[in-house]
């Protein structure tokens, strides 16, 4: 097969998945367009849209596993507060790498952060009746707009590409003086930008919420994962920035996909604030029977949603998480290998005529790691719309997708380098994108 795909053959494909606008693909979506056209034009794709782990599994969480399973926990419904070894070592990790103090009564498992975000959400939307908006600072997860689409929440949100640093106060106090807002919330190192929010702006964000009493969820998918600091060494600082240091109001996603590259097993922990956890809503006591937001959650929603998480990825996450704290499980050596693709892949867009379009964090140039966002002016100064260069790249047998998909309002798209796992990949990407500034002139 000679690239570039024709227009036609791609068309046909978006009619036969009734696509009518690809950069509306979802993720999932986007992958399974490449896929169909490497089966109907004997080509590979390069995957660069959906973050599935390129490194093993971790091995201490794979024998935890399998013992807790040969142990017979198989059989048994799970504790819906979450399996003790892992609530005790999940308050250790986030000593270790937060330096906060969590209860492990507060350190509830989900299945993976989708349900967490998802469960959080029902939470948040019912704690005040007044209050039924959840603010996205984007750009963000694609997925979790979805959640809120499909729970009928409302929902707002802003690009924070012109809001850094001191101009993110006035941006939060317009959106949040409407008294709507229920939660907030964004990820660190930020998925897709990969920019890492400022403690000053976690502050603001942190005293903001306590000001409207608002509930922060922060996602840390990507924890410790700015490579340009020394972080992921136990109990030393510098730790991971958070939110947790500057406001009460706070539930913490953390999850074992990326940082353990565990994605498969769908486990990850809710850290829900000590005092937010306590906190008692009339709202949830008319509602749930249960007035305390930690029971209402776990009891009440989470019940409901899923009856528990997996027992043996409970011991898994436990195992790692105590090799984590205890210096045997160095992961941000590990995953650092996604800031080295990065690094060599960046080059090579950059080289053919794309520009990075969140290039800068704050004052630095944006780090190296698992996500970064490309665009791509035309000869005559025209920049490309995410969905038209989604398209041209998947013309050239290389798929991402658009940045609209993830609220951001810049022209572009996501690149994630984590499939990149063959040497051989990296010339292909180095091939096609000459192609690409070659029928691009």
């Known amino acids: 097969m000679v690239l570039p795909i024709k227009e036609s053959v791609l068309a046909s494909v978006l009619k036969q ?30 995957h660069l ?16 596993e399998c013992a807790a399973l040969r142990g017979g926990i198989a059989s048994v419904y799970p504790n819906m507060m979450g399996a003790p070894e892992l609530k005790t070592q999940a308050s250790r990790f986030l000593k270790a790498y937060l330096d906060i103090d969590v209860a492990p009564r507060g350190c509830i498992p989900t299945v993976g952060s989708m ?17 039924d908006t959840i603010l996205f600072i ?25 809001y850094r640093g001191s101009l993110l106060e006035a941006k939060l106090e317009e959106v949040m003086s409407s008294g709507r807002i229920s939660a907030i919330i964004y990820s660190s190192p930020n998925n897709p930008a990969w920019f890492n929010l400022t403690e000053e702006e976690l502050q603001i964000i942190g005293s903001m919420a306590t000001k409207h009493d608002v509930v922060v969820i922060e996602d840390l998918a990507y924890m410790c994962m700015d490579f340009r600091k ?48 306590e906190r008692e809503y009339p709202a949830l006591a008319s509602r749930y029977k249960m007035p305390r ?25 436990a195992a790692m998480f105590k090799a984590a704290c205890d210096g045997e499980l160095d992961f941000v050596a590990a995953t650092s290998e996604y800031a080295r693709r990065a690094a060599l892949t960046k080059k090579m867009f950059v080289d053919n005529g794309f520009h990075i379009v969140y290039a800068l964090d704050g ?28 398209r041209d790249l998947m013309l050239m047998g290389i798929c991402s997708i658009s940045l609209s998909l993830t ?18 990949q990296f010339s292909l990407l180095e091939e096609r994108l000459n192609l690409f500034a070659a029928t691009h002139q």
């Not at 998945?17 to 390069?46: H, K, V, Y």
């Open 17 to 46: 998945m009734n696509i009518s606008d690809i950069s509306c693909a979802t993720i999932r979506q986007s992958g399974e367009i490449a896929r169909t056209l490497e089966r109907e034009q004997g080509i590979e794709f390069l």
């Open 49 to 64: 849209e959906m973050g599935i782990p390129g490194l093993p599994p971790s091995e201490v969480g794979v024998e935890a």
């Open 115 to 131: 349900q967490g975000s998802f469960t959080s959400f029902i939470l948040c939307s019912h704690l005040d009746p007044s209050k």
């Open 138 to 162: 984007d750009p963000g997860f694609p997925v979790q707009r979805n959640q809120a689409a499909i729970l009928g929440i409302r929902s707002e949100s802003f690009d924070i590409y012109d």
């Open 230 to 277: 020394p972080l992921g060494k136990p109990y030393e600082a510098p730790f991971q920035p958070t939110v947790a240091k500057y406001t009460d109001n706070y539930i913490i996603m953390m999850s074992a996909s990326k940082m353990f590259s565990y994605a498969g097993q769908r486990i990850a922990v809710l850290a829900i604030a000590d005092k937010l956890y």
């Open 293 to 317: 937001l930690g029971d209402a959650l776990v009891l009440g929603i989470m019940y409901a949603v899923s009856s528990g998480t997996s027992h043996s990825a409970q011991y898994a996450l």
């Open 363 to 390: 004052d630095e140039p944006v780090s190296d790691g698992f996500f970064y966002t490309v665009g791509y002016r035309l000869p005559d100064g025209t920049e490309m719309t995410g969905a038209a260069l989604m």
């Open 407 to 424: 609220g951001s309002a810049q022209n572009g798209v996501r690149i994630c380098v984590s499939q990149l796992n063959r040497p051989e």
